[in-house]
C-alpha cells in the first residue's frame, strides 16, 4: 500500500501521460494543444522532483542522496533536452523510450516515491503542500534551430541512452 506523497507523483504520472497520449494519436500530425500540457505538466513535475524531493530525501537521510538521484538527474537533463524542440517522430520515440524507464526507475519498489514516502513520517503532509503548491514552469518557446537536435542527442546519450534517429 502506497502512501499520499507516492500516490500523488504516480498519479501525476498518470495525468500527464494521458496528455501525452492524446498528443500522439496521430503521430505525424501532433495535437499541439494536448502536447503543450504535457510539456507543462511534465516541466513542473521534474521541477517538484528536483527542488522538493530529491532534496527532502537528502535532507531526511542525512545529507546522503537517494541512490539513484544522480541517473534520475541525468534523465531529468535528458527529457528536458527533448522538449525543447517542437515535437517530431523522432523526438517522441525518444521521449516515450526514457519516460517508459525513467517512470519505472521512479515508482519501483524502493524508488525515489517509495523513499520519500518512508522518511517523510512527520512532515508528509508539510511536503504535500509543497508539492501541490509548487509553481508550473514557464517553458522557452520551441527551439527550431537545426542544431538544438545535436544538443538534444548528447543530453540523451549523457543520460545512458540512445537516441533514436529513425
Same mark, same amino acid.
Given at each position: 500500500? %502506497? ?7 504516480? $498519479? ?26 504535457? =510539456? ?9 522532483? $528536483? ?24 534523465? %531529468? ?28 526507475? $521512479? ?7 517509495? =523513499?520519500? $514516502? ?39 546519450? =549523457? ?8
Amino acid at each position: 500500500m %502506497h502512501g499520499v506523497l507516492y500516490n500523488y507523483f504516480a $498519479e501525476d504520472h498518470n495525468r500527464i501521460d494521458s496528455y501525452f497520449q492524446k498528443a500522439i494519436v496521430d503521430i505525424q500530425n501532433i495535437d499541439m494543444e494536448s502536447y503543450d500540457k504535457f =510539456r507543462n505538466g511534465l516541466l513542473r513535475h521534474i521541477s517538484i522532483e $528536483e527542488k522538493i524531493a530529491l532534496p527532502a530525501i537528502a535532507r531526511l537521510q542525512g545529507g546522503k542522496p537517494s541512490d539513484d538521484a544522480a541517473r534520475i538527474r541525468l534523465e %531529468h537533463g535528458a527529457i528536458g533536452a527533448l522538449l525543447v524542440p517542437l515535437p517530431t517522430p523522432v523526438v517522441i520515440a525518444n521521449i516515450q523510450n526514457i519516460l517508459e524507464k525513467h517512470n519505472e526507475l $521512479e515508482e519501483q519498489r524502493g524508488g525515489i516515491y517509495d =523513499r520519500l $514516502e518512508q522518511l517523510a513520517g512527520d512532515e508528509t503532509q508539510e511536503l504535500l503542500n509543497q508539492i501541490k503548491n509548487a509553481p508550473y514552469v514557464t517553458p522557452n518557446k520551441y527551439n527550431e534551430k537545426p542544431e538544438v537536435i545535436e544538443a538534444v542527442k548528447r543530453a540523451v546519450e =549523457r543520460a545512458g541512452y540512445t537516441f533514436i534517429d529513425k
